[in-house]
């Protein structure tokens, strides 16, 4: 390479060999790998259940960013799973925290006191004083947004990283797919490093997303089937068995009765949960149940249910929660494995362009 050639002149020029490709990924995702602290910009998106000391450490060990799913733990309870995954890596991770829980200030508190460098705030519009205690605890702050006006208006109020999930991913999803989120998004925010996730299974797809201006990535559904995940055998061995068409979206009967959309794996629950929606709504028109009644046990339908697929392997009644990328869950590799083949697969893509 000329001495004087620009990173820009680099850019164009094909690469000569694996290296120079490697380089060249080093170069696409060197905003997202400054600010998480890693080799490489690759994100274990949290899962409940799923994201504990064990896959997080891993995945951090691996080179790339693992995040707590703190769930509806408690503030000792979290303390406990920092401290526990502090031990088994030197490496950064997060911690996610859900916007909702009760506790939410405590469990700020707790990840501040634990030195956490990086909190994601999820499941809506992060409260104010949250925002502040983060910030003024020096950890860094990551925000998930489904638009680009909050987007905007999440970074004005102090995140520091974005991440833009699509309908394709696993869990609690919202209506649009990143494929759109993506075009809306990252061509007008250059503020803040940008993840992108949802159905994201393959090195060569995030390369394509880097180039469109992405900082990195965030994988949940390959992690959650890998060695290093605690889940039950069960719950991976219906992963590996599974195609892209097998994890749906949540249905909702009656538009008076809402249910949050949550993307899973068809199973007797999925089923099941259509027949109590629809004897619920017979109930209420009947006038046997109030609609305020009728909405909490259909809310309650799912309660626990994740922890019963996950921790108890009972993946006929439980809630599977799986991306469309579950389709290219193809065998149980170890978190290093998946990240490797994700680095390979952008590498070579890159290399097969030129
Ligand atoms: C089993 C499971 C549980 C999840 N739980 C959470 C959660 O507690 N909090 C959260 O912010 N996202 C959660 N997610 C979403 C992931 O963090 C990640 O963004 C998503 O899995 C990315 O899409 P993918 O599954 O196609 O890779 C969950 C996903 C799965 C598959």
């Known amino acids: 390479m000329p001495p004087d050639t620009t990173i820009l002149e680099r850019d164009f020029m094909a690469p000569r060999s694996l290296a120079d490709a ?11 790998t400054a600010f998480l602290g890693t080799r490489v910009a690759i994100m274990g998106g949290a899962m409940s259940w799923v994201s504990e000391r064990h896959l997080v450490s891993a995945i951090s060990n691996a080179g790339g960013f693992g995040v707590i799913a703190c769930g509806s733990m408690g503030p000792n309870l979290l303390a406990a799973e920092i401290a526990a995954t502090q031990a088994l890596t030197a490496k950064p ?18 990840c501040i006191e634990a030195g956490v460098t990086h909190v994601v705030l999820a499941g809506g519009i992060p409260p104010g004083p949250a925002v502040r205690a983060v910030k003024d605890g020096g950890a860094k702050l990551i925000c998930f947004t489904p638009a680009l006006v909050l987007a905007k208006r999440l970074v004005k109020s102090g995140a520091d990283a974005l991440v833009i ?22 061509p007008f925010m250059q503020e803040v490093p940008v993840f992108v996730a949802g159905g994201l299974g393959r090195g060569d797809a995030i390369l394509a997303y880097l180039e ?30 599974a195609n892209a068409r097998d994890a749906l979206p949540s249905v909702q009967l009656d538009a008076r009765f809402p249910v949050i959309p949550v993307r899973g794996l068809v199973n007797e629950g999925t089923k099941r949960f259509l027949d109590v929606q629809a004897a619920t709504i017979r109930r209420f028109q009947a006038g046997e149940v109030s609609r305020e009644d009728a909405q909490l046990e259909i809310e309650h339908f799912w309660a626990g249910a994740l922890r019963r697929a996950v921790i108890d392997g009972d993946v006929e009644n439980g809630s599977v929660m799986a991306g469309q990328s579950v389709g290219m869950v193809t065998r149980e590799q170890s978190v290093q494995e998946i990240v490797d083949e994700l680095v390979e697969q952008a590498t070579q893509a890159i290399v097969r362009r030129a």
């Open 212 to 241: 469109m201006g992405a900082s990195g990535a965030q994988l949940g559904t390959r992690f959650a089937a890998s060695a290093d995940s605690i889940a039950h055998a069960n719950f991976k061995r219906a992963f590996l068995r």
């Open 165 to 186: 999930e699509g309908s394709e991913a696993g869990g609690h999803i919202g209506p649009v797919s990143l494929t759109v989120l993506a075009q809306e998004i990252l």
């Open 22 to 32: 490697r380089s060249r990924l080093d170069r696409l995702w060197a905003r997202g």
């Open 93 to 110: 991770f997060g911690v996610n925290l859900i916007t909702m829980h009760p506790q939410l200030n405590d469990l700020v508190a707790v």
